[in-house]
């Protein structure tokens, strides 16, 4: 069964800092990666899809890398700003059995 | 496009009752799943759809709670009896293709005392 684990659950950091959020997943057989953002008492929106062929997808600020082979993405975010705040979740899937992280809570202060 | 709809947005009931909740996909999307959110296990795929059709629903939690796709707009998840456990978020979720992007609605806050 596919794990997946975010680190860190949480991270604070304040406006302008660029960071970088962790996501692992215990299975390499994967068709994609995508990350999601939710605020709180939201859905889920969806930032970036990295296909299993592809190294990485950029969105404005937003730089997603995957790893397949070692079972790796990160996130990366520039310039952060307080309307970054928010959870960050990560899920892979493979013929759409789609599996979360529990999420990084990111609090970006001003 | 409107995105995903869901209804309601909040049901609170009593244990016991049934529990119908609702969903529409964006139109021409292929897949759809639903998802329960809680704190403590985080997002759990329950069920998932591929042009209506069931594909794995080994995340349904117990015989109480079964899905249907009648047709490629709508979708229901229904809870009988519900029970104060089932307390949480249930999501809906469509993409167009099998891999393919995957768009969420707001959810369902469901209260079961």
């Known amino acids: 069964k596919q794990e997946v684990t975010q680190i860190p659950a949480a991270l604070s950091v304040p406006e302008g800092e660029n960071l970088v959020l962790n996501c692992s997943f215990t299975?390499?057989?994967?068709?994609?990666l995508q990350w999601f953002r939710q605020d709180p008492g939201k859905g889920l929106t969806s930032l970036l899809l990295?296909?299993?062929?592809?190294r990485e997808q950029t969105s404005g600020r937003l730089n997603a890398s995957l790893d397949k082979s070692s079972g790796r993405s990160t996130l990366y975010i520039a310039a952060s700003q307080p309307g970054d705040s928010a959870t960050y979740l990560c899920?892979?899937?493979?013929?759409?059995?789609?599996?979360f992280g529990a999420g990084t809570r990111l609090t970006v202060k001003p | 496009d409107a995105g995903v709809i869901q209804s309601p947005r909040h049901e609170v009931t009593e244990m016991g009752q049934e529990v119908t909740l609702r969903c529409k996909p964006i139109?021409?999307?292929?897949?759809l799943f639903w998802y329960r959110q809680t704190m403590m296990r985080g997002l759990e795929l329950l069920i998932y759809?591929?042009?209506?059709?069931?594909?794995?629903d080994s995340g349904m939690p117990e015989d109480r709670f079964s899905a249907k796709m009648p047709n490629a707009s709508f979708s229901t998840l229904k809870i009988q009896p519900s029970e104060p456990r089932d307390s949480a978020v249930y999501f809906c979720?469509?993409?167009?293709?099998?891999?393919?992007?995957?768009?969420f609605g707001q959810g369902t806050r469901l209260t079961v005392v």
């Open positions: 759809f591929n042009n209506n059709v069931p594909i794995d």
């Open positions: 139109s021409g999307h292929n897949s």
């Open positions: 979720a469509s993409s167009r293709q099998v891999n393919t992007e995957a768009f």
């Open positions: 990295i296909q299993s062929s592809q």
């Open positions: 299975d390499s057989a994967i068709y994609n």
């Open positions: 899920a892979v899937s493979k013929n759409n059995d789609m599996r």
